[in-house]
């Protein structure tokens, strides 16, 4: 395995603007390099580019080449993440670059995980930076997401090891689809990550997003067992692709059996886009009856999430029942935990992160430019 020497500390020499050595891959016999960061294991001539276009074999090395470069910066509420157990009502600077691992053919974010990165880098930031807007903003993490962070981990990490410095969190969003190795050394840099459970068949993950469910399955339950990274999971339900109410008490079962009833799974409601205009979006129903089915399974903690449903997005005592986090979209309307993370009236502890007292960021988002304050 090849590696580069300074990424334990966040010093990647740029082989031009934007371009980077990448870790995570190896040469083959016949010459081509074999990228090793996710299960597709691309292998590539010199020139080429991986299926997510940020990782290239050039000048017999591969190299990231959105290093430093966003499509923009915005602060928005934690819970849009959706991460609704770590650090509730607080703000997180958010950025994304381009290209990504999947192919979902109904990728809300296509504009930018489709798209060439030269295209739509307009931003860029150092990973000190980003960390030091973050700070000045008042944030309370920075998320790696809008595509997925997995195919800039090199970016990443050297981001998050400068939030760390400043005292700043971290989270990831991501598909889950990544080798266990980089895996490895990804996670070890992250605070919190919401993985994006597609669907519960392999069927859906071959025909709609050209990979595979194991991995995916596999890195949930690698996860929640053997790292401390706080984790929650969402679901997108398309109608007619993977939400019949024998996928999702499957998916729920095997939820509450490996990850166990304390992880928060969000059911989220799909919008007509991309390659998929045709679908119609999901109806409320849905969202509510799959949440019943996962309570139903054992789940503690189960949200509906791009819809209006205060009831669906608040969180209560598995204990005793009471309301313990009130929300309305992305508005804390009412906290009743104490100091401590418990619930008020019967003391049962509130499974994830906590201030003694919520964030009040609300539902603002606002767009920061970062590159304007970039001192060379």
């Known amino acids: 395995m090849t590696r580069t020497a300074t990424a334990a500390r966040g010093l990647r020499e740029e082989i031009a603007p934007g371009v980077v050595r990448c870790e995570w891959w190896h040469r083959l016999d016949d010459g081509r390099l074999q990228c090793d960061l996710c299960p597709r294991f691309c292998k590539l001539h010199e020139g080429q580019k991986a299926f997510c276009f940020v990782r290239e074999a050039r000048d017999g090395q591969m190299v990231l080449t959105s290093y430093g470069r966003a499509t923009g910066f915005c602060i928005d509420p934690i819970e849009k993440k959706p991460l609704n157990h770590f650090y509730p009502g607080s703000s997180v600077l958010s950025f994304g670059t381009a290209g990504c691992n999947l192919g979902c053919r109904f990728c809300q974010n296509w504009d930018i995980s489709k798209a060439r990165e030269d295209r739509i880098l307009s931003a860029s930031a150092s990973p000190a930076r980003v960390a030091q807007a973050a700070l000045e903003a008042g944030c309370k993490s920075v998320a790696f997401t809008y595509n997925d962070p997995i195919i800039f981990a090199e970016y990443a990490i050297d981001c998050a090891i400068e939030a760390h410095a400043r005292g700043i969190k971290t989270v990831a969003v991501s598909s889950g689809y990544m080798a266990p190795e980089a895996r490895q050394d990804f996670y070890a840099h992250m605070d919190a990550a919401n993985i994006d459970l597609k669907?519960?068949?392999e069927s859906f993950y071959r025909e709609l997003s050209f990979a595979h469910l194991e991995p995916v399955l596999d890195t949930l339950r690698w996860l929640r067992h053997q790292t401390e990274v706080w984790l929650e999971v969402t679901t997108?339900?398309?109608?007619?692709?993977?939400?019949s109410e024998e996928e999702v008490e499957k998916l729920c079962a095997w939820f509450a059996r490996e990850l166990g009833p304390e992880v928060p799974l969000h059911f989220t409601a799909f919008h007509p886009d991309f390659m998929m205009m045709d679908v119609p979006p999901t109806p409320v129903a849905t969202l509510i009856r799959a949440r019943e089915q996962g309570k139903a399974a054992g789940l503690k903690h189960v949200y509906t999430g791009n819809v209006h449903d205060v009831r669906g997005q608040s969180t209560y005592c598995a204990a005793c029942g009471q309301q313990v986090i009130g929300r309305d979209g992305y508005e804390i309307t009412g906290w009743r935990l104490?100091?401590?993370?418990?619930?008020?009236?019967?003391k049962e502890r509130l499974a994830g992160h906590f201030d003694p007292e919520p964030g009040r960021w609300g539902s603002r988002r606002r767009p920061l430019i970062?590159?304007?304050?970039?001192s060379h």
Do not use: K, M, Y
């Open 199 to 201: 669907a519960f068949t």
């Open 236 to 243: 997108l339900l398309i109608p007619g692709r993977n939400d």
């Open 338 to 346: 104490d100091r401590e993370g418990r619930c008020s009236a019967c």
């Open 370 to 374: 970062l590159a304007a304050q970039e």
